[in-house]
C-alpha cells in the first residue's frame, strides 16, 4: 500500500505555505499525484438576515467570495507550477454550511488529506469543519500541518497512541506506508484499564500485527501524570524527538469535544509536529 493520490483544501493564502510544502514533499517521496481544490467562503448565516436584506446584499457576499477564490487559487497555483509533481487544482465558492459537500467528495477518493492546524490565531472558522468533512464523510485519513517546523515525508520517530479504540486501530491501519518505513514507532498506552482482557500485555496484540508488517516497535505504558491525555501524548512526543503522532480522532462526539474538550481537539490546538488522524 501506498499514498498516490493526496488531497488538500486551501481557504486562505496565509495557510498554504507550510500545507502545500508538507503536501508537495508527500507526492515527490510517494510518486503521488496532489489535487488541491481553492475555496472562497460565502461566511455569512443567510438565515440570520436582518429585516430588509435583499438580493443585493447576498451578491455582494457571492462576488467577495468569488475574489477570494480566485486570489487563492492563483497563489497556489503559482506554488504548483513550480514544483515537479503530477497535481490538480480545482477552485469554487460554497457557503460555510454547504462546504464539507465539496470537501468529502473529493476526500473520498484519496489516500491522505493534508490539512493546517485548525485552530488558533487567525484562522478561520471553515477549517475545523473541512477537517471534520474530510474524515467523516470522506471516509480519508488527515495529516494536520502545524504551523511551521520540519517538513516530514518519512518520519523515523512515530508515536503511535492505544487505546483499543476502533479510531485507534483505524489511525494504525492507514498510517501502514508510515509506520513501515520508520525506523521506531513506540505505541504509547496511557493508564491502561484494569479490567481489559490485555492488561497483562496493553498494546501487545497491535504490536504482534504491526510487527508482521516489518514494523519496528516499542511499547510504552504510561500513568496520566497530567490533567490531559493529549498533554501526557505531546510531552512523550519532545522526551523521545517524535517526527509525527498517529491518533484515531473523535473517539467521543464532536460535539462533547466541542463544548468539554477532548484529545482530538486539545492535539489539534496544541501540537508542534505533524499529526496523523483518522476515524
Avoid at 468529502?104 to 493546517?116: G, H
Avoid at 493508564?191 to 504491526?210: A, I, K, M, N, W
Wanted: proline share 5%; glycine share 6%; net charge negative.
Amino acid at each position: 500500500m501506498a499514498y498516490k493520490t493526496l488531497f488538500s483544501v486551501i481557504t486562505d493564502t496565509a495557510l498554504a505555505g507550510p500545507v502545500l510544502d508538507q503536501a508537495i514533499a508527500m507526492a515527490t517521496a510517494w510518486d503521488a499525484h496532489l489535487d488541491v481544490l481553492c475555496m472562497g467562503l460565502d461566511r455569512t448565516q443567510t438565515g440570520f438576515y436582518y429585516a430588509g436584506a435583499n438580493a443585493l446584499i447576498l451578491q455582494e457576499t457571492i462576488t467577495r467570495a468569488q475574489d477570494e477564490a480566485r486570489a487563492v487559487e492563483a497563489h497556489v497555483r503559482k506554488i504548483l507550477e513550480a514544483s515537479d509533481v503530477r497535481w490538480g487544482l480545482d477552485s469554487g465558492v460554497a457557503q460555510l454550511a454547504d462546504m464539507g459537500r465539496h470537501v468529502a467528495q473529493r476526500a473520498r477518493f484519496s489516500d491522505l488529506v493534508i490539512l493546517p492546524k485548525p485552530y488558533g490565531e487567525k484562522r478561520g472558522v471553515e477549517l475545523e469543519p473541512i477537517l471534520e468533512s474530510a474524515m467523516f464523510d470522506g471516509a480519508a485519513p488527515v495529516l494536520m500541518v502545524p504551523e511551521a517546523g520540519q517538513i516530514v515525508t518519512a518520519p523515523q520517530r512515530i508515536l503511535l497512541a492505544w487505546n483499543e479504540s476502533d479510531e485507534a486501530l483505524e489511525a494504525a491501519r492507514t498510517a501502514l506506508p508510515l509506520l513501515i518505513q520508520a525506523d521506531i514507532v513506540r505505541i504509547v498506552v496511557i493508564d491502561p484499564p484494569v479490567h481489559s482482557p490485555t492488561r497483562s500485555d496493553p498494546g501487545g496484540l497491535l504490536s504482534q500485527y504491526l510487527s508482521r508488517h516489518g514494523v519496528n516497535c516499542e511499547i510504552d505504558v504510561l500513568s496520566k501524570t497530567l490533567p490531559r491525555v493529549s498533554d501526557v501524548l505531546m510531552r512523550h512526543a519532545a522526551d523521545v524527538e517524535a517526527d509525527m503522532i498517529v491518533m484515531g480522532a473523535y473517539g467521543h462526539s464532536r460535539f462533547r469535544e466541542a463544548i468539554l474538550g477532548g484529545a482530538t481537539r486539545n492535539m489539534l490546538e496544541h501540537a508542534k509536529i505533524p499529526v496523523f488522524l483518522a476515524h
